[in-house]
Structures are given as C-alpha cells and as structure tokens.
C-alpha cells in the first residue's frame, strides 16, 4: 500500500511484510521451467491449503490462535476483521498466481507476477517512508517507484522476439500495472488486480501492435 503516512505506522513490520512477499518471486521464476499442467497442478494445491487456512482461522478458533500467534504481526487491519473475514494477502497471491496461470501466455505471467512482487513491495516501502504528494487515491513517490522498478523489471523477462516493441509494451504495461496498484486500495486486493490488469494490456497491445506474433499459454520449452 502507498497511502500517506509519512511512513511512521508499522513500517519495520511493513518491511517485514514486504521481504516476505519477495519470496512469492519464485512462483514466475519456477513456473517458468516447469510445464503450464504442473504449475497448475501445484498452485491448486497451494491455493486450496492457504484459502483453508484464512477461512478456518475465522471458523475454528483454536486454529486461529495459532494462526495469529504465527503471522498476526504481519496482518493489516482488514484482514482480522472477523465480522468481515477478509482473505488476507498471502491467500490472494496464490488465488492470483492460479487464475493468472489459467488466463495467460507463460511470458505474460511472468512478467505481470514479477512485477507485481517486486514493484508493490518497493511502492509500498518507499509510499510509507517517501510519500509527500498524493498522486489519485495514493502517494505520488510510491506509484513512481512502481513504474521505474516495473520497467526495470519488464529489461529482464523474456520476451517471445526480443524486438523494441515487445520491450515498449512491456513498458506500457507497468505504467497500467503502476495505476492499478494506486487505485486499488480499498475495494480490490492489488495482489489479484495487478497482475491481472498488467497480463490483460499485454495481452491487447501484443494483439493491436504484433499481431503476428504468436500467443499460445505455454510459449517456452515445457
């Protein structure tokens, strides 16, 4: 999240978060060596594991006591609301790598999962720490931080050519992604809308610019 804040509120537990969440970069780094059936296969699993957990926490209280004594530092208010019961992020990771697997080219979701663990986590950092001006619903500072670590990001995933306009959408793509994740707070977990909104614009701008080019859901050795 890159609210304003002056970054006072919980940051060392925020970073914490956030360090965490990096580990979520091997889901694109893995997925993209095995083939798309085994990724799928795994992920459900996962899914279905966090998505018990998250709900059986707020169903079998004994469950939940160690579930908050384990990771209660690390949630945010809203995903503690037990009148609510909320998912909580970790669960939406994993919802979102599985229905972004399901939706698109291998290269896609590399890509928007990739930036989405590593530009939400510094968005969030440096909109809590740096954040002065509001850009939308969140700080100026923390969305321009996703975009230049997004288009970093998009000079290191492969591509199906390698041509200029593949690097261009890619681009393309983090600045939609940096917007997403600026107005997504609130009414939609960025977990899920990033990726999915960044796989969606590549997916449009491959069609409208390469249409030649050809899009299949696993376009690596598999």
């Known amino acids: ?63 939940g006591k160690l579930f908050y004594k384990i990771f209660g530092f690390l949630l945010r208010k809203h995903e503690v609301d037990s009148k609510r019961r909320n998912l909580n992020g970790a669960t939406y990771v994993f919802i979102s790598a599985l229905t972004c697997i399901l939706i698109f080219p291998k290269i896609f979701f590399v890509t928007a999962f990739s930036i989405l663990i590593i530009s939400d986590s510094l968005a969030a950092l440096i909109g809590r720490k740096f954040g002065r001006r509001k850009f939308l619903a969140k700080s100026f500072e923390g969305t321009l931080a996703f975009f230049f670590s997004a288009s970093v990001v998009v000079l290191f995933t492969p591509k199906i050519e390698g041509s200029l306009t593949e690097y261009m959408i890619g681009i393309a793509a983090a600045a939609v992604g940096a917007i997403v994740e600026n107005v997504s707070f609130g009414f939609a977990d960025d977990n899920l809308s990033i990726p999915l909104a960044i796989g969606a614009a590549m997916w449009v701008l491959y069609l409208i610019f390469l249409p030649d080019v050809q899009l299949v859901l696993s376009n690596v050795p598999v």
């Open 1 to 63: 999240m890159t609210q304003i804040d002056n970054g006072t509120i919980n940051y060392r537990d925020e970073l914490v978060r956030k360090l965490i969440h990096l580990c979520s970069l091997s889901i694109p780094v893995i997925y993209y060596f095995i083939p798309r059936s085994d990724g799928i296969i795994i992920l459900s699993i996962l899914t279905f594991i966090a998505i018990a957990l998250d709900v059986g926490r707020y169903l079998y209280p004994p469950l």
